[in-house]
């Protein structure tokens, strides 16, 4: 049997059962990168995709720019705020504030192991805090009636034990909480920068699948290292739900198959051209909305587009020419022209080497 035949099996046997489809497929919250346009962006390429935001502090949001923290675009649903806090009066005004705002779920960062985080005690130091994030669950739940999640590691530092991942799990799933987010390695608070932290800690995914044997009730999601479409469809054989990160980032062409394999419902797009053709119309809305309408507003957006043609002739051009700073003040369209030109160009050039 294919690996697409397995994948539309799962999802008819799935739906069969009645079984809850909104965290079949996440894409990570990431720091820096998954912000409102990276999100449309990815939206562009799945439409029953969960997306999440970057991990927003409950003192940010507090005390800051909220609007600047919360804005988002409508066509991003189903998408899910991420906190970093640990105090639970702070959490549950947060969680009120994602729900006014418009958020599908609120979901509570107990894996970045970062020293920043740490010092703000939270994050996966939290997981040694098991009853304190338990309270913070509580908290947000009492105020609000969107999802509350959490999104944790299997163990930190050299603890390896499947207990310590259940007992934390078991204690904060007793305050309500219904969906955890697994990330599959160990979280080592000292020694190793997040990259590493994401690299080094050895993956195992069987402590994941043996906390949905052990709470079947819950909604599982599993973490790390997960790239390919029957990486995922081999998960979903075990848990509920799978979250990509890098990979959905680096590689976002990839995303455009999972509706129709992971969903069962309609690809949104056929071409990467019309994927691009709709990203420049967002781009050049975000240009006209800014302050005079200047065009420099659209590089940051940018940025997380630029592996649209990973993998095809002439994506290195495209990009070259997407980043060349030299043309961040140019119109949009003017700067997507010259990229689709260097990247025929390229290709023509290939072809032509071949047949030659």
């Known amino acids: 049997m294919s690996g697409i035949d397995e994948s539309n099996d799962l999802f008819e046997s799935d739906m069969n059962k009645g079984l809850d489809k909104s965290w079949r497929l996440c894409v990570a919250p990431m720091m820096d990168w998954t912000d409102r346009h990276c999100r449309y962006f990815h939206r562009l390429l799945t439409r029953h995709t969960r997306l999440y935001t970057e991990m927003v502090t409950t003192g940010a949001l507090i005390h800051g720019d909220r609007p600047r923290h919360l804005d988002f675009n409508a066509e991003e649903h189903p998408v899910a705020l991420q906190l970093g806090g640990s105090e639970a009066a702070d959490l549950a005004q947060c969680a009120k504030l994602a729900q006014d705002w418009g958020y599908d779920e609120v979901n509570l960062n107990c894996g970045c192991p970062s020293e920043r985080v740490q010092r703000g005690a939270f994050g996966a130091c939290l997981m040694n805090e098991a009853s304190l994030v338990a309270d913070g669950v509580k908290a947000m739940r009492d105020v609000v009636d969107i999802p509350v999640t959490v999104k944790n590691r299997i163990g930190i530092d050299r603890v390896e034990s499947y207990e310590f991942v259940r007992d934390f799990v078991g204690t904060v799933a007793e305050a309500g909480c219904e969906v955890f987010i697994v990330h599959a390695r160990n979280a080592w608070l000292q020694g190793l920068s ?50 990509v990160g890098r990979h959905a980032y680096h590689e976002p062409w990839a995303m455009s198959r999972w509706d129709s394999r992971f969903f069962g419902m309609a690809d949104p797009l056929a071409s990467r051209e019309e994927a691009e053709t709709q990203w420049l119309a967002y781009l050049e809305r975000h240009v006209a909305t800014q302050t005079g309408g200047h065009p420099n507003t659209w590089p940051q957006a940018m940025r997380h587009a630029l592996g649209l043609w990973n993998g095809s002739a002439g994506a290195r051009r495209w990009r070259q020419v997407w980043s060349d700073h030299k043309l961040k003040l140019e119109p949009p369209a003017k700067v997507a022209a010259l990229a689709t030109a260097a990247r025929q160009e390229t290709r023509r050039l290939l072809a032509e080497s071949v047949s030659a």
């Not at 043996?210 to 081999?234: C, H, M, S, Y």
């Open 194 to 243: 997040p990259k590493e932290n994401r690299e080094i800690p050895p993956l195992r995914y069987e402590l994941v699948y043996q906390l949905k044997r052990e709470f079947p009730d819950l909604t599982i999601v599993i973490n790390g290292g997960i790239q390919t479409e029957e990486d995922i469809a081999l998960h979903l054989s075990h848990v509920d739900g799978v979250m």
